[in-house]
């Protein structure tokens, strides 16, 4: 039986490096165990990015603007919103995104994402060609009604992290009793997205898991 882990290893190495500042922001963000998309989930993510080449990108969990700026240097044509409420993250954000936030290509909006999709799914109602949803886990069936919202027809809506570590796998039981919510509204979330007649849905163990979603 072939290890995902040693296959994942030899197909890592055939894809190009990131440019050079997309790598030494992802190396300190890793050396300060800040959460960013993981390799294996990142060239998911170019994959749809290549093929779909959207104009208006959605990204519901900022962190410290990695993935916002892998987004622009692979969908150069995006204009790119993205979300996020921790300030120890915005104030490395606003940092990390200035010269893009300058020239109009990113809008970091900074406060709940609750609030924010909701604000959006009146003001931006079918206006993002691609949602990319890495954010609080346990929120992501929240975020949906808006999202769906947001999210055009035939868009696409990327949702990182879908396993936890493995754990939405396990019976809830067998998880810590801290991720139990996790554990079921990520259960949740999945069973909808693939069971919604507005969806097509395909699930991908890449990374820590990852959704990929049409809009019908």
């Known amino acids: 039986m072939v290890s995902k882990e040693r296959a994942e290893g030899y197909f890592e190495s055939l894809f190009t490096d990131l440019p050079a500042e997309l790598s030494a922001l992802e190396s300190a963000a890793l050396a300060e165990e800040v959460p960013i998309i993981r390799k294996e989930s990142q060239n998911v993510l170019r994959f749809f990015l290549e ?3 959207p104009s208006r990108v ?34 490395r954000a606003r940092e990390n995104l200035k010269s893009e936030i300058d020239a109009g290509n990113i809008r970091l909006l900074e406060g709940d994402a609750d609030d924010i999709l909701k604000e959006l799914a009146v003001k931006e109602e079918g206006a993002y060609d691609l949602i990319f949803m890495d954010a609080a886990k346990a929120q992501y069936m929240n975020f949906l009604p808006s999202v769906m919202k947001c999210l055009k027809k ?6 990182d992290n879908i396993l936890h570590d493995g754990d939405i796998l396990e019976s809830r039981y067998a998880v810590e009793r801290r991720d139990r ?6 259960r949740e979330y999945l069973y909808e997205i693939t069971h919604r007649e507005d969806l097509y849905t395909m699930l991908l163990t890449e990374g820590d898991g990852m959704s990929v979603s049409v809009k019908k």
């Open 51 to 53: 093929m779909k080449e």
């Open 58 to 91: 959605l990204e519901v969990g900022t962190a410290v603007g990695f993935s916002a700026l892998f987004m622009r240097y692979f969908a150069p044509g995006a204009k790119i919103d993205t979300i996020e409420k921790v300030e120890m993250r915005l104030v």
């Open 154 to 159: 035939g868009g696409l809506l990327i949702s």
């Open 181 to 186: 919510t996790i554990h079921a509204r990520m």
